[in-house]
């Protein structure tokens, strides 16, 4: 089951425009907004309920291997919601109904056989707020490999690999005993990288992972993400624009449209595309609007 691309509505034709496509759309229509050639993951029809609210309606993402996707939003529209459906955290929210698929490597981590445990070793996830556990550097990265029964020859060498990984080594090398709440918040989110990537996922899920970040920090953290594309597959949620269009390869942008009868606000995607489509030559006036600060 995968995700139909958008059938394009022809107008009248002409000899320049034989199909008639561009009458209706323009030249730069022409393209059906690109997806990603090697897909690991894939939300479909994915409908979010928190008892009788309607979060979010009917989803459909396709995220690409070794890409960086954002998803960008007024607050509210739902892309916690939605990044949290990724790796079935929503399971442990109180209320949270998931309909539609969320399928990995083609596999539905919905279908009932399926471990939600085991979904967030593959799938990992890192907090807006940095919050390493109260134990040493050492032992927060060595925690997920021993409560997940990975077979570790050298429990050293994963520790420095995770840390070298987070572009954190240099600085924590020689306090690896010491609490981790001793480090500078930025030192903290780089912890909570290396502790999500000691267990092997190979899709890490960032929700506003630089927001509690000052701007030093929040450079050092777009830098290591840029170098983890190269191995994992990345999908940050972002208040900051120019972070999205600094990081990402593809970016989802998201509203929250008012139902006419409740007036609650259902969040639902507007406009998926490569990043540099999306903030130069948006389709939908929503998201022009958007991240031209005219809204949200
Ligand atoms: N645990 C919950 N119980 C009830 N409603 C919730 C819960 N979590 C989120 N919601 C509601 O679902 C909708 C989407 O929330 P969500 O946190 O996903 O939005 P968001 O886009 O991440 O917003 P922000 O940018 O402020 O973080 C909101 O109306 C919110 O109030
Ligand atoms: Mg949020």
Redesign the pocket.
Known sequence: MSIKPATATAGAPSAADPSGFAAVHGEADRQLADVPPDPVMEAYKLNVYYGDFHAVHDVNLTFGKNEITALIGPSGCG??TVLRCLNRMNDLVTGARVEGEVNYHGQNIYAKNVDPIAVRTHIGMVFQKPNPFPKSIYDNIAYGPRVTGMKVDDMDELVEQALRGAALWDEVKDKLKQSAYGLSGGQQQRLCIARTIATRPDVILM??PCSALDPIATSRVEDLMLELRSDYTIII?THNMQQAARVSDRTAFFTARPDETTGNRTGLLVEFDQTRNIFSNPHDKRTEDYISGRFG
Do not use: T
Request: charged fraction near 60%; aromatic fraction near 0%.
């Open positions: 892309k916690s929700d506003e949620v």
